[in-house]
């Protein structure tokens, strides 16, 4: 673990109450980010579905260069 500028480590017992507190907490951050997965794969094809419908009604866009100055 890096804290402050240098790098320390800290051994536990697998009795440690910290343990088992460090491995509940990355447990949970684990099944979040499982969940928060599973409902993008959901939300974003359906976003991604209604903004190719709304493409055609929307007016054309023209590209600006780069290379030009106002």
Same mark, same amino acid.
Request: proline letters at 11%; a positive charge; charged letters at 25%.
């Given at each position: 673990?890096?804290t402050?500028g240098?790098i /320390?480590e800290?051994?536990?017992?697998? #009795?440690c109450p910290a343990l ?6 990355? $447990?949970?951050? /684990? ?5 928060? #997965? ?8 359906a976003?991604h $579905? ?9 007016p054309?866009v ?9």
């Amino acid at each position: 673990m890096k804290t402050g500028g240098g790098i /320390s480590e800290t051994w536990l017992t697998p #009795d440690c109450p910290a343990l088992a507190i460090t491995q509940i907490n990355m $447990e949970e951050g /684990s099944k979040r980010v499982r969940e928060q #997965d599973a409902w993008a794969r959901g939300v974003f094809p359906a976003a991604h $579905e209604r903004l190719r419908k709304a493409l055609p009604r929307c007016p054309p866009v023209l590209p600006l260069s780069l290379s030009s100055t106002p």
